[in-house]
């Protein structure tokens, strides 16, 4: 106890970094998918890609098939996905963080079966996958 008051000032120090690093643990976050797996959920079929980046970064590549309904105007354009309800969602973003905003717009509006692309287009690259452009 004498060694934490003498030193109180590195022991907060401590204690504040431990807990800064475990911050992003415990935060609450969507559904997420690997490459494998949105791979393989996209061979089966009845998925649908949304791409949450702006329309500049679209245009640099996204996967296949993806429609691009950027985070901005994902609760105004939400209607565009209504016939999608009863398919797996696979939302996509550059890393993975605009991805989970869009997934609780997406729960909201009533989607039950939704996943982000796990480290967003930046992963799917990483991992050799094919874009279009």
């Known amino acids: 106890m004498k060694f934490i008051i003498d030193h109180i000032f590195i022991v907060s120090i401590v204690v504040l ?61 939400i209607a565009e996905l209504d016939k999608a309800k009863s398919k797996t969602v696979i939302v996509v973003c550059q890393t993975g963080a605009r991805a989970d905003k869009a997934i609780k717009i997406l729960e909201a509006a009533g989607f039950t079966d939704v996943f982000s692309l796990d480290g967003g287009q930046t992963a799917w690259q990483a991992a050799g996958l094919p874009i279009a452009k």
């Open 17 to 77: 970094s431990g807990g800064a690093l475990l911050w992003p643990a415990l935060q609450p976050r969507g559904k997420r998918a690997s490459s494998l797996q949105v791979t393989q959920l996209i061979n089966r079929g009845k998925t649908v890609l949304v791409d949450v980046r702006t329309a500049e970064e679209f245009a640099n590549g996204h996967l296949r098939d993806a429609k691009n309904i950027p985070l901005a105007d994902l609760s105004s354009r």
